[in-house]
């Protein structure tokens, strides 16, 4: 595994670890949610509330795509539709307290796992990693 991995380029490097990472905070959270539910979650803690339609954008998926991964998550009761104010045909998607916790717990284990890599590869190389990838070079 080791040579399959020193052999990739840039972008499949970056996948790789990225996969590896979001299966890791996922196993570590016992919550049964997966990437793109996950992925909702963490916009909407973001930026508090969203339509549908802004978040098929925001993690570019289909609108039709982004109704069913909403609709599991209000049946898990993480998140709630909101009434627009002055408009009863649009709504938008909010989190609950359960969905506010969720995104509470899979932080902690974020900066868990943060931790054990800088323990592994010292706290210097995860801050310039931090930076690399902050950086605006796409």
Do not use: F
């Amino acid at each position: 595994m080791k040579e399959y991995i020193r052999g990739l380029n840039l972008i499949d490097l970056v996948s790789e670890k990225h996969k590896v990472l979001r299966e890791k905070v996922s196993s570590d959270s016992g919550d049964p949610l997966n990437h793109t539910e996950t992925h909702i979650l963490a916009k909407l803690e973001l930026h508090g509330r969203l339509s549908i339609s802004d978040i098929s954008r925001r993690i570019s998926i289909s609108r039709q795509g982004a109704q069913k991964v909403i609709n599991a998550l209000l049946e898990h009761g993480y998140v709630e539709t909101v009434q627009v104010e002055g408009n009863s045909r649009d709504k938008y998607i909010a989190l609950t307290a359960e969905g506010v916790d969720v995104c509470r717990r899979m932080t902690e284990i974020k900066q868990k796992i943060e931790q054990e890599i800088s323990a592994k590869i010292g706290e210097e190389q995860v801050k310039l990693l931090k930076q690399l990838l902050a950086d605006d070079w796409l």
